[in-house]
C-alpha cells in the first residue's frame, strides 16, 4: 500500500511513498539501536536479551520516523537526530512492556510476539522496563547538545513526557478510569499524556537536534499533539475493526477492560471525523515549513490510514 501525502486544498500536493520511507528509516533506526544497546551476551544476559526482545519485536518505529522526519523539515540530519530518535524508541518500549504486565493491561501478545513478562516473567520484564528507561537517558545524555537548545533542554525535554505528568499520568488516569463512566473532556486528558506527550515529543527532540528556530519548534508542536490526539483514536477504532493477528497484539481489549474510548464515547462515525479534523489541524502546523516538511505530512496522513 502506497500513501499518497496529498490533501484538497493543499499548497504543495506531494506524492511521497510511505511505506519505503518507514522501511528505510526503521532499518536505520534498528541498526542505530543495535549499537546503542548493551549486547544480548552482556552480563546479565538475561536482562539483555529481554530488553532487546521486546526492542527488536517489530515496533513500527513511528516515533523515531517522526523524529527524523521533524529534523529533515528544520534542515537538519538524520545522523544529528538518531540518538534522540533512538532515546525515544526505548521510552516507548518500555512503556509498552510495563503496559502489558498483569498489574496493567495484562495483555499476551504485543508487536506480533508473546510478551516480554511471558517469555521472561514479571521480574524481568519490570527490569527489562526501567532498564530501556535507563538506557533512553544514556544516549540522549550521550549528545552535545545544539546552540539554542543545550543538552539540560534535550533532557527535559524527555523527562517532562516520559514523567509523572504525562505518559505516566495518562497511564495513572486511564488505570482509575477503568470501569467508569468517562467525560469526552477526562479521556481527552488521557490521549494527551497517554500518546500524544511522546509523540509530540519525538518531533520537538527531532526539531531542537536540528536547531530549529522558536518558530520552527512551536509548528512541531502543534504538529506532534495534533498528530498524537488523532493517533490514538485510529488505535481505539483499530481495537475495534482489526483482528488480533492484524494488529499483532490482543484486539477487543478495550471493551474487554470497559475502557471508555471515542468510539464509545462519541460513535465510530463521529471518531473518524474528529480524527481527521486533528490531522488537518497537523497539516496546518507545517505551512510554516513551506514544502520541506513533506516526510512529516506523509506520516501524518499514514497515521490517520494505518491498519494497525
Ligand atoms: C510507567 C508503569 C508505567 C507504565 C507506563 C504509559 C504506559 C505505561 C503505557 C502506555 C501504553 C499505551 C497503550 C500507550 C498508548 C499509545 C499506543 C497506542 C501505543 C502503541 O504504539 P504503536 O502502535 O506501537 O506505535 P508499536 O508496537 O508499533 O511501536
Request: hydrophobic share 40%; charged share 20%.
Amino acid at each position: 500500500m502506497t500513501a499518497t501525502a496529498t490533501r484538497v486544498g493543499a499548497r504543495h500536493q506531494q506524492s511521497f511513498d510511505i511505506q519505503a520511507y518507514l522501511a528505510d528509516r526503521t532499518g536505520a533506526v534498528n541498526a542505530a539501536l543495535d549499537r546503542f544497546l548493551p549486547r544480548a551476551t552482556a552480563r546479565p544476559a538475561t536482562i539483555h536479551k529481554a530488553m532487546r526482545y521486546s526492542l527488536f519485536a517489530g515496533g513500527k518505529r513511528l516515533r523515531p520516523a517522526l523524529c527524523l522526519a521533524a529534523a529533515e523539515a528544520c534542515g537538519g540530519s538524520v545522523d544529528d537526530a538518531m540518538p534522540l530518535a533512538c532515546s525515544v524508541e526505548c521510552i516507548h518500549t518500555y512503556s509498552l512492556i510495563h503496559d502489558d504486565l498483569p498489574a496493567m493491561d495484562n495483555d499476551d501478545y504485543r508487536r506480533g510476539k508473546l510478551t516480554n513478562h511471558k517469555i521472561f516473567g514479571d521480574g524481568i520484564a519490570i527490569l527489562a522496563g526501567d532498564a530501556l528507561l535507563t538506557q533512553a537517558f544514556e544516549i540522549a545524555a550521550r549528545c552535545n547538545g545544539w546552540p539554542r537548545y543545550p543538552h539540560q533542554a534535550i533532557l527535559l525535554e524527555l523527562t517532562h513526557a516520559a514523567g509523572s505528568g504525562q505518559l505516566i499520568a495518562g497511564q495513572v488516569a486511564d488505570l482509575e478510569g477503568e470501569g467508569k463512566k468517562i467525560s469526552a473532556a477526562q479521556l481527552k486528558y488521557i490521549h494527551e499524556r497517554k500518546t500524544s506527550a511522546l509523540l509530540c515529543c519525538s518531533a520537538r527532540l527531532g526539531g531542537m537536534s536540528a536547531n530549529a528556530t522558536r518558530a520552527q519548534l512551536q509548528a512541531l508542536t502543534d504538529f506532534g499533539y495534533h498528530v498524537g490526539l488523532a493517533f490514538q483514536i485510529i488505535d481505539d477504532i483499530l481495537d475495534i475493526t482489526q483482528t488480533s493477528e492484524q494488529l499483532g497484539k490482543t484486539a477487543g481489549k478495550d471493551t474487554q477492560a470497559q475502557k471508555a474510548t471515542y468510539p464509545t464515547i462519541v460513535g465510530m462515525e463521529k471518531s473518524k471525523r474528529i480524527a481527521q479534523r486533528l490531522t488537518h489541524c497537523a497539516f496546518d502546523a507545517l505551512k510554516i515549513f513551506r514544502g520541506k516538511a513533506v516526510a512529516l505530512e506523509a506520516l501524518a496522513a499514514y497515521l490517520l490510514q494505518r491498519d494497525r
